[in-house]
């Protein structure tokens, strides 16, 4: 299944000390996320990608030594469920 996010000018982005609020203007609505889900969106505004694709991704972008894939799926899913992920 191949991931994308919307795009760049949907979404408004501030990081808050740790946290990183994601204003989604089709929405109206305002999410506060924690690492990792910036970074999937940050990652998925580039191309649209499998769940493997983006997890080789981080693991080069953030060196992930011992990456959780069951991890990232249930990130990807709720990143789904708020609207800011879709399945493409």
Known sequence: MVFRSGPADAFAVREMGGLTAVYHRPSGTTHLL???APEILRALADAPMTADMLLAV???AYDLADPDAAALAARIEELVAAGLVERA
């Open 58 to 60: 981080l693991m080069r």
């Open 34 to 36: 924690a690492p990792p």
